[in-house]
């Protein structure tokens, strides 16, 4: 059974704590890119993609690309999005960020292999949390600073899965910095 995969994209004119290193237009092309990344390891697992937005531009993109489309529920924010996301699935679901440059469709499998009666959390390097799987029709969504401990404590029987193409986000100009050293950008 395929796992329906949600990524929720608020906006391409994201990226805003990165203002003082890039501009307006070139945090939005590379939130394009980055959305693109992350979508294409996705499919290339194997799982479906739905993106929820209430942007129109990113709605033609999702739409024209061939993804599923939900509306950003009101009011917004990044656990009525992951939720609205997540009552889409028959099943298996996952939540996956569009700010990970470094993913791999080998970091989406890894997912959907541990994807049991258990949930999957993937943190990021930063206290967040770059991936959550389950297969029930509810989860305890807690995104902001630390929510990976916040959703570990809210499922402590989880699988923990760590892969730098999941824990690697973008945030902030170090991590700017650190992804193009590495040669992700």
Not at 138 to 148: A, D, L
Not at 158 to 173: E, K, N, S, Y
């Amino acid at each position: 059974m395929t796992v329906t995969t949600v990524v929720p994209i608020r906006s391409f004119e994201g990226l805003t704590r990165l203002a003082e290193a890039l501009t307006a237009e070139e945090r939005s092309v590379l939130m394009r890119r980055l959305a693109g990344r992350t979508t294409t390891a996705i499919a290339e697992a194997g799982a479906s993609v739905v993106i929820v937005t209430g942007d129109h531009e990113v709605q033609s993109w999702a739409s024209e690309s061939g993804f599923g489309l939900v509306d950003e529920p009101d009011p917004p924010g990044l656990d009525a999005a992951a939720a609205a996301g997540m009552a889409q699935a028959d099943d298996r679901w996952m939540v996956v960020h569009a700010d990970l440059p470094a993913i791999a469709p080998d970091d989406i499998e890894a997912a959907i292999a541990l994807l049991g009666g258990r949930s999957v959390l993937a943190p990021s390097h930063d206290g967040g949390t770059s991936l959550i799987a389950g297969s029930t029709p509810r989860f305890p969504f807690s995104y902001g600073v630390g929510s990976f401990h916040r959703h570990l404590a809210a499922v402590p029987d989880a699988t923990v899965l760590i892969r730098p193409g999941l824990a690697l986000d973008l945030d902030r100009p170090s991590d700017l910095d650190a992804i193009q050293r590495l040669g992700f950008l």
